[in-house]
Structure formats: structure tokens, C-alpha cells
């Protein structure tokens, strides 16, 4: 496709963000122990945990699309239909392909 498209940007948006949180959200209270913590402290460490699955999984969308020979990658954003605004603006979850 490269051969052909050279100048078009090829973008991947990865739907259902907020659904990947909260599934991650649920899978990390196996993970972090809410002894000790009071209720905001300990639901700041499930976002922190669930935000850091989806950029791992956001860099795994990548590395893989970078893998294919002869292919063009250029960003990954992902959405939430609850945020219409990243769908205009995807602030600062673009991973931009001009990087390396």
C-alpha cells in the first residue's frame, strides 16, 4: 500500500477506550490491595493501572504495524464514544509515527 499511497497518512483509532479502562480498572483490583488506603487513593491506583495497560497496549498496536513489511504506519488514537472530544481532538493520545 505504501507503494501507492505514499503521501497518505494511515491512522488506526482503536474504538471502545472507555470500555478497555474499565475492564482493566476491574482486572487490576486483584492486583492493587486497597488495605490501608482510603476510597480516592485507592481508585487513583486503579486508573493508574488501567491508563498504563492501555498505553502498553496502544505501544503493542504500534510496534506490530511498524512490523509489516513494506507498510506505513503513522499514528494510534484511540476513542470513547463517551468523549466526543477526543474524537475532534485526540490530545495527547496520538503516537505519532515521527518518532524514530
Known sequence: MSQYAKDVPIVVVATKKDEFLAVK???????????????????AE???YAENEYLERMKLIEKELREIKG???DAAVAVSMSRYSQIISP??????????
Do not use: C, P, Q, V
Not at 490530545?91 to 524514530?100: D, K, T
Open 25 to 43: 480498572s476491574f482486572e487490576g483490583k486483584d492486583k492493587i490491595s486497597a488495605t490501608g488506603k482510603d476510597l480516592g487513593e485507592y481508585f
Open 46 to 48: 486503579l486508573d493508574a
Open 71 to 73: 507498510g506505513r504506519f
Open 91 to 100: 490530545r495527547s493520545m496520538l503516537i505519532a509515527a515521527s518518532r524514530g
